[in-house]
């Protein structure tokens, strides 16, 4: 057994790969398991993470193939994997989910939340669980646990400091339509750029920034380009851990019951360690050169957002307008 401790702080909470498995029976299932991400990214140890914990408290009983580096698609392309049963569990974003179950979008909402704490309350929630599980599953995809990693902020050629420093810039963001919406309301541009072209769109001027999460700002040397972070934190980074219905059904009820622990306590890994992760993440933009901005009071970002909000709400109904509500009044 090989015990990774990937990040500082970590303790106890290190990631061991390879879980011994003692007294393991002979293998009943062989799982696929995705990662989008390369193996060097901070993201693929906690996939692995449960990996191995589900095969360690199946008793060996299932093993798996794991591909990382997004071999078998984008998100979109895993989905339908997942649905078809090719694929048996994946990290799966709410920008892809959401098209399952609206419920999904509400993790992308600005500004909604107020920390990852906040945001790990209400999706392992039962009011969540009862907009969404069924929903899912119907359509082919069982949600086991939720990841939180970290928040999504801006990045730019030149300072941002307050709302009004956006106006006419030319922003990439993500295709959620209300994320788009959000960057409007702020009085950016949205424009639509592959991510993988985002470097070369900020280097040649297509676009004067991008949104997203800064570990990937400092991973792709985007600070060469777009030198200023702001630290704005407007989505609290969700991801759903999903199997395969398909999968599930063929599972006893033991075998359920264990991948649902192997689940709930690498939610609670993922939590540690891209908490452990976030200070160092701005100390690593640092010192590659960035100049990191923090906006302090974001109640002015808030109130201009907040008509997207509301937009979404009264798109989807009461129901989802009382469902907001609940997450705005406990904190």
């Not at 398991?33 to 060097?40: A, E, G, I, P, R």
């Not at 990214?41 to 408290?57: E, G, S, T």
């Not at 009004?164 to 409007?184: A, F, M, N, T």
């Not at 923090?294 to 989802?320: C, L, M, N, S």
Request: contains cysteine; aromatic residues 10%.
């Amino acid at each position: 057994m090989r015990c990774r401790k990937i990040l500082r702080g970590l303790g106890a909470t290190s990631i061991c790969v390879g879980l011994a498995v003692p007294g393991a029976m002979a293998s009943q299932f062989e799982f696929v398991h995705v990662s989008l991400n390369q193996k060097n990214h901070i993201d693929y140890p906690v996939n692995i993470d449960l990996v191995d914990r589900i095969k360690k408290l199946s008793n060996g009983q299932i093993a798996y193939k794991v591909f990382d580096s997004g071999v078998l698609g984008d998100e979109r392309q895993m989905l339908e994997q997942v649905k078809s049963g090719t694929i048996t569990t994946a990290r799966l974003s709410p920008a892809v989910l959401g098209t399952l179950c609206p419920g999904q979008m509400v993790l992308n909402l600005p500004f909604l939340f107020n920390s990852g704490e906040h945001m790990m309350k209400v999706v392992t929630s039962k009011r969540f669980a009862d907009l969404c599980e069924a929903a899912m599953v119907k359509e082919g995809v069982r949600p086991i646990g939720y990841w939180w990693m970290g928040v999504r902020d801006l990045y730019t050629k030149k300072p941002i400091r307050a709302v009004g420093d956006l106006k006419g810039l030319k922003v990439r963001v993500w295709e959620d339509p209300y994320v788009v919406e959000s960057w409007k309301a702020l009085g950016a541009i949205p424009t639509p750029v592959s991510f993988s072209e985002l470097y070369t769109a900020m280097q040649t001027g297509v676009v004067d920034g991008g949104e997203g999460w800064a570990a990937s700002y400092n991973s792709r040397k985007f600070h060469e380009v777009a030198p200023n972070l702001t630290k704005l934190g407007y989505i609290q980074i969700a991801s759903t851990v999903v199997i395969s219905e398909k999968a599930w059904q063929k599972l006893s009820p033991e075998l359920r019951s264990a991948v649902q622990k192997a689940a709930s306590e690498n939610a609670d890994v993922a939590f540690k360690v891209f908490k452990a992760e976030e200070n160092g993440i701005y100390e690593k933009a640092k010192s590659n050169g960035a100049a990191v901005v923090d906006v302090g009071d974001i109640a002015r970002w808030r109130e201009v957002t907040a008509p997207v909000i509301k937009k979404f709400a009264d798109a989807q109904g009461p129901r989802y307008a009382d469902f907001i509500d609940w997450i705005k009044k406990n904190p």
